[in-house]
């Protein structure tokens, strides 16, 4: 793991300036994350505590969060024992990769008391846990762990807490030459430590494989990673590294590397892994820039799972229910068919009688006029066969009126349901709320906190604006609720709109009526690029002044008619679309 106990060193530094901040709000977005929001040295700091299996980390964070409206059970009790309090302290245990925080707060009758909130990175086995310090007893853990789970150590309410296995290593920050070379040989015999990094990570906490990498590879003089590493030099090498730990040096630090374009971080350089490498002023800006679109990303994918299952079922139900109405269309077309047959009938009543199951008649509508076999229904009189196919045939001619327009209202739903798949595969957290919002007011799902979102106040939504070459601000919708605000109530008639021709996609507008052939060729990308056709090539793309684009009564939302379009072709360029400084408004 790269966050190991050097990178948790750090950050414990960096969060010494949250020690005498006031805990204003406590925030649970999901499952595995926990925000403090803190008020320290006239600033307010966002404290992430993340639990998440695969990115845990603890770091200040710029990110905004959408926060469920009902908060979880463990947010509840941490607001009862921490809101308010005041950090006294934040200290890592020994160089392992547990964070210990204590907070001072007064209680329900007034009483001064002490908590602390523990951070346990530990891959999927992190955790985070409220403990109350005069008795080491657990009040709750964002993650239970039950003795059918653990029978070393219990993460339940009520329970003792028990600290993660020691693994009786050496802390790095307090050998010397001696200790360190005893700490190296008393390891050395073991065959699966044969190499020197190997060794390092064996006998010293706090130590990642990456960062023991480094340090052989710094001992080695000439680069040849096949050579025997020279003791001295190891240690020398070692000890460079923590000292400029021990007097908190740190370079925070992300490489790509060369052919693989794998990223890599450390609190120091990284001078084994060749490739482009981007230092930051702060540790917590490094877990940002390395954890935060991963992790963001990996929440998007969980909280947008169930809407693409029911969006895809939705979908394939109306394609189904489409093929019975072409069925039904094309059985329609013999129609005239009956009729034909109830005139014939009716011109042959002498020839049959009640209980023949056919007749023999001559068909005046052939030219030959062959005889044709009609049959017949020997429960009924004759007259009544006659108006049995001219009900058929009625009834046939007054349907196909009726499955005309319903065969173009389910050709509306599957783009409609289309252009959602669309907008989930580029949906951000607060973008898949709002269609999930959506989704409800359509009836699509029930809306199980109903009271709650009738008090919920509605505001406009953010919209991502970016701005051209030459500072023209272009405005995307990234769904219905956006493409709805953006079109009909924030775009002026004269703004220029944009949208891929026939494929579901963002609405995009250029807020000025003034701006060069560069800005609407910049638009034209955007509008391709959040479209279902964002990997294709040549996309058309139409666009129109905003006065041209009208939304028809009753329609879905986000879908609108437009005319007097002009269309061009472009091909999505991700690379220049990253460029381009874009806020959300």
Known sequence: MALDGLVLHAIVHELQACVGGRINKIHQPSENDVILHIRAQGQNVKLL???????????ITEQSQVNPMDAPMFCMLLRKHCESGVIEAVEQIAMERVIRMQIRHRDELGD?????????????HSNIILLDPENETILDGIHHVT??????????????????????????LEVDAFAFFHAIDQVSGEESKDKPEQRLVA?????SPLIAKEIVFRSRQDGNTEQEVNPAALWKAFDGVMTAVRHHSYEPFIVEQEGTGKLFFAMTHLSHIAGQSTTYSTPSACLEQFYGDKAERDTVKQRVADLLRFLHNESNKNVKKLEKLQETVDDSKDADKFRIFGELLTASLHKFKRGDQEVETVNYYDEHQAMIKIKLDPLLGPSENAQRYFKKYTKMKNSTAIVEEQIEQTHQEITYLNSLLQQLSVASLTDIEEIRDELMEQGYVRDRNKKQRKKKKKDKPALACYLSSEGVPIYVGKNNTQNEYLTNRLAASMDTWLHTKDIPGSHVVIRSDSFSESTLLEAAQLAAYFSQAKHSSQVPVDYTTIKHVHKPNGSKPGFVIYVNQKTLFV???????????????
């Open 571 to 585: 091909t999505p360029d991700e690379n220049m679309i990253k460029q381009m400084n874009v806020t959300i408004k």
């Open 49 to 59: 505590l993340s639990a998440n299996p695969t990115y845990p980390r603890v770091q």
């Open 147 to 172: 003795p059918a789970i653990s029978s070393y150590r219990i993460v339940m309410p009520g329970s003792k807490y028990v600290t993660p296995p020691e693994q009786d290593k050496q802390n790095p």
């Open 112 to 124: 001064m008391s002490t908590k602390h909130i523990i951070v346990e990175i530990m891959g999927r």
């Open 203 to 207: 006998a010293f906490s706090g130590l």
